[in-house]
């Protein structure tokens, strides 16, 4: 393991941001730090562009003239994955006859610029981010942070390497099938992959539209949140956007319970210290106080053989078809290989898949009804560079053997470090929930990850205390809104003048029924039925203390009534439900799956 003390500095977001605002340290100064340190790695893989540190230590030195309160990254330094845009520096999905130079910055680079940090490069990945093993660029190969001969990863290979090398702490990968969370495990860091269209794409070249996502690297669960909270919020230019708020950290809940796959559903691929690091991981868990939930692999195996041998390969066509046209030798051969198979796809076989996804996704519910997170390894086993040239599309498909599935089952996912085995190869496990979980993954995952005691990234640095949680009055009572009170909408300001604050998006469980009620302003009313006459209905959970929590509930008119509501992970809250009497010339919007749905639908007419 490669490892590089020297004197104390500050590495995480949280450690640099604080340095900067005590003037321990002044953001020129950690710029200067960032471009020694990556001439001292001397790795020309990692970037695909490199700003000019004068330019960069100009837009630090202006921080200043800012109210750095309010700057949440305030002067961190960040590196960007090259397929999404920032300006000043050429697009180029590592493609150099793909390049084109955007006019104006990703939404999730304007939100972090927004915040302090400062762009200081693009990084390398596998050509159009295709591959899990970030040895599939012209750009050559990244090395792996911890160990020379190891695959770094990918596709967002630099971006993983240059925070486990500690060039920065904060970078921006992307994930559809794990190259968030892949290389975070081989490089020692944490991977955090949000829910779908929780960070707008706005200003990403797709891999597969529909179920791309950007990711998050950093050293730490705290810092990986930090940066996710900054990007997330809707955005109307990302027509996959979603209105979806990370929620606050908590403690780690009581009673937490884990799904763990059934006995003998496990594959390793003969990599007995991967399968050792894995029972130490469920051993930390159930030390940690974790119950472990058996369930059933199989449908998400079956889920995962869907996004390559299914129609989603067309979307990656979709992406490069006019140049696989006109200049297909300027495509990486293993690239072009997968990716031409998009082009045979028939509509036929496109709708019969989705069929069969949807009916995988309701058994993935089932199971995260008896739990409330999936553990799973990151990956099954490592390889090195030389294993991976030799046999490039087998060994990459085994590694997204625990993340394939994750995105197109619309499930959230955080990749957290477990141990470093005895040959030196580092082991992470990834925690896996329903959308809109992200704040509980993110929860746990920080308790997790500091029990285990590991040193962060390559550099050998100790993990500082996990810093306490944002206090919250014991008094404190959730409830859940369903329609007009919901983020966003046209009576949320009631529970923000009583200072509430959101704690989660979720929904129920599949037994209740919406309503449009004809009230002015227009209003839901949600009602509990037979389970096989409702649906799952999509609802956040706020809180409010006591005193706030009576006056709420006394100001809510009739028909409308505070009852019981059960959530799909089997947990209940105090929440909206409605008087079924008033339902007779009431329209059922059960099938929009919430009242969100219902209004933007209703706003397009």
């Not at 993983?160 to 990968?173: Q, R």
């Not at 979720?506 to 389970?531: I, N, Q, S």
Request: proline share 6%; charged share 20%; aromatic share 6%.
């Amino acid at each position: 393991m490669r490892a590089e003390m020297g004197a104390e500095q500050p590495e995480t977001i949280a450690a640099i941001v604080a340095a900067h605002r005590a003037g321990m340290l002044t953001p020129a100064q950690t710029i200067a730090r960032t471009y020694q340190r990556i001439r001292d790695h001397n790795d020309p893989a990692v970037f695909i562009s490199l700003r000019d540190e004068k330019d960069a230590t100009t837009e630090a030195e202006k921080l200043a003239t800012k109210d750095v309160a309010s700057l949440q990254l305030y002067g961190v330094p960040v590196v960007v994955k090259d397929n999404i845009d920032a300006l000043g520096f050429p697009t180029t999905a590592a493609c150099p006859a793909f390049s084109y130079t955007p006019t104006h910055d990703s939404t999730a680079v304007q939100r972090l610029r927004a915040a302090g940090a400062i762009i200081i490069g693009k990084t390398n990945l596998d050509q159009f981010a295709t591959g899990l093993v970030g040895v599939r660029s012209p750009h050559g190969i990244p090395r792996n942070s911890i160990r020379d001969d190891l695959i770094p990863g990918g596709s967002s290979s630099g971006s993983a390497t240059a925070v486990g090398a500690g060039l920065v702490p904060l970078s921006l990968g992307t994930d559809t099938a794990g190259s968030g969370r892949v290389p975070a495990m081989l490089n020692n860091i944490v991977g955090l992959k949000p829910s779908l269209g929780m960070i707008s794409t706005a200003g990403l070249v797709p891999a597969c539209r529909t179920l791309d996502c950007i990711s998050v690297f950093a050293l730490t669960v705290d810092d990986a949140a930090l940066a996710l909270s900054v990007m997330t919020g809707p955005d109307q230019t990302d027509p996959f956007s979603r209105d979806r708020p990370l929620g606050a950290i908590t403690p780690l809940p009581a009673n937490l319970r884990l799904g763990v796959p059934r006995n003998g559903q496990l594959i390793f691929f003969g990599d007995k210290q991967a399968e050792a690091a894995f029972s130490d991981a469920l051993k930390r868990w159930t030390a940690l106080g974790a119950a472990l939930v058996e369930f059933d692999l199989e449908p998400f195996y079956e889920t995962a053989r869907l996004l390559y041998e299914g129609p989603w390969v067309a979307e990656r066509y979709l992406v490069i078809r006019d140049l696989l046209a006109s200049g297909p030798d300027a495509i990486h051969p293993v690239t072009r290989e997968i990716t031409v198979a998009g082009a045979r796809l028939t509509a036929a076989e496109t709708f019969s898949a989705l069929y069969r996804l949807q009916g995988l996704r309701k058994i993935a519910e089932r199971t995260f009804a008896d739990v409330d997170a999936l553990v799973l390894p990151t990956a099954p086993t490592v390889y090195t560079t030389a294993q991976v040239l030799a046999n490039p599309v087998e060994l990459n498909s085994r590694l997204g053997t625990y993340t394939n599935f994750v995105n197109l089952l619309d499930l959230c996912g955080l990749a957290v470090p477990a141990a470093m085995r005895d040959d030196g190869i580092p082991f992470g496990i990834t925690l896996l929930a329903p959308a809109g979980h992200d704040a509980l993954l993110a929860s746990i995952g920080r308790v997790f990850h500091a029990a285990t005691e590991l040193t962060l990234g390559a550099r050998g640095v100790a993990q500082s205390p996990l810093a306490p949680l944002a206090a919250t009055s014991v008094d404190e009572i959730p409830i859940a809104v369903v329609g007009a009170h919901l983020s966003g909408m046209a009576l949320n300001g009631e529970l923000k003048a009583l200072n509430g604050h959101l704690i989660e998006a979720t929904r129920t469980a599949a037994d209740y029924k919406l309503y449009a009620l004809k009230t002015t302003p227009p209003k839901p009313g949600m009602l509990r039925v037979e389970a096989d006459k409702g649906a799952s209905i999509e609802l956040e959970i706020w809180s409010l203390s006591s005193s706030a929590f009576g006056k709420f509930v006394n100001a809510i008119p009739a028909p409308m009534a505070i009852g019981t509501v059960r959530l799909a992970d089997g947990r209940t809250v105090k929440g909206f439900l409605v008087e079924p009497e008033v339902l007779g010339d009431a329209r059922d919007i059960t099938d929009y799956g919430g009242w969100r749905a219902y209004m933007a639908e209703k706003a397009t007419r």
